[in-house]
């Protein structure tokens, strides 16, 4: 059986796991307002590229991207969040698209 905690130590014990649920990054494909998505090729990032967004869903009351169409194949692409890209596997190599922002 364990000793009892004093508050000092339950309150370390909350703020640490505060800090970290805080420094946890959200990487989440958010649809953009004007609903234009334009991707770049990790590959070749010189142009942008305008992708169309074939499903959303619906996240803390804001739209969220789950499939996009390739803009080489047009087969659907899944959002990768280890890459934190869409990625497509329907070609020889492994086609990864990152979502830029429109200027």
């Known amino acids: 059986m364990g000793r ?4 000092q130590e339950k309150y370390k014990i909350q703020m640490k796991a505060y800090r970290k649920k805080k420094m946890k990054v959200d990487n989440t494909p958010f649809l953009p307002a004007s609903e234009k998505v334009y991707v770049m090729n990790t590959l070749d990032p010189t142009d942008k590229i305008k992708a169309e967004v074939l499903k959303t869903k619906e996240k803390d009351h804001r739209l969220t991207i789950t499939s996009l169409a390739c803009p080489k194949c047009g087969e659907p692409m899944s959002w990768d969040s280890k890459w934190e890209a869409f990625t497509c596997l329907k070609h020889e190599k492994k086609a990864i698209f ?5 200027e």
């Not at 009892?4 to 508050?7: A, D, K, L, V, Y």
């Not at 990152?98 to 429109?102: G, L, S, T």
């Open 4 to 7: 009892r905690q004093t508050m």
């Open 98 to 102: 990152e979502i830029v922002k429109e």
